[in-house]
């Protein structure tokens, strides 16, 4: 893959270790200790920690950024316990992740989530039919409305994520 110099971005790498989480990308020198032993890598070859970290320092924001790799991370924190410069790639991702949010680019998951908290109050919907069997085991019916978690995000702005709210 050939990528142009004009589309790279130099302070990139700075703008994410001015990120929580990003604090410390500049200190990785490849080891690929990361990258060895990460579950997600085994699974999935476009999740590669030591890549994503030399394409930000490289400055490839929007290939970074648009990218499906960065919302890989399982978040199981192999990759920071093992890394001798302390990158904490976890927390990295993370700080790529709320990034790529405020520039706009957000994962189609995040976005069915958000339409169904704000429709369920919770991420799937409660039938008539799972309360039936909530009954039988002497639980009690759990009513639903799709208000409360709406309102919280219409507040602080989560809505317009999933495209309910302008």
Not at 27 to 46: K, L, N, Q, S, Y
Not at 48 to 69: A, Q, T, Y
Not at 94 to 121: C, M, R, T, W
């Amino acid at each position: 893959m050939a990528i142009s110099l004009t589309k790279l971005d130099p302070n990139f790498k700075f703008r994410v270790a001015s990120t929580p989480g990003g604090e410390n990308i500049t200190r990785c020198f490849a080891c690929g200790t990361c990258t060895a032993g990460c579950p997600v890598r085994e699974i999935d070859e476009r999740y590669n920690p030591r890549k994503i970290i030399h394409m930000v320092l490289l400055g490839m924001k929007d290939e970074v950024l648009k990218s499906d790799f960065i919302w890989l991370c399982s978040s199981c924190y192999t990759c920071s316990e093992r890394c001798p410069q302390d990158v904490r790639i976890t927390d990295l991702m993370n700080a790529l992740k709320n990034i790529a949010v405020q520039e706009g680019y957000v994962h189609p998951s995040y976005i069915e989530q958000v339409k169904a908290l704000s429709s369920f109050d919770g991420l799937y919907e409660v039938a008539d039919f799972d309360n039936k069997k909530r009954e039988k085991f002497g639980l009690p019916k759990i009513h639903r409305k799709g208000k409360v978690l709406k309102e919280i995000m219409d507040k602080t702005g989560i809505s317009r994520l999933a495209g309910g709210e302008k």
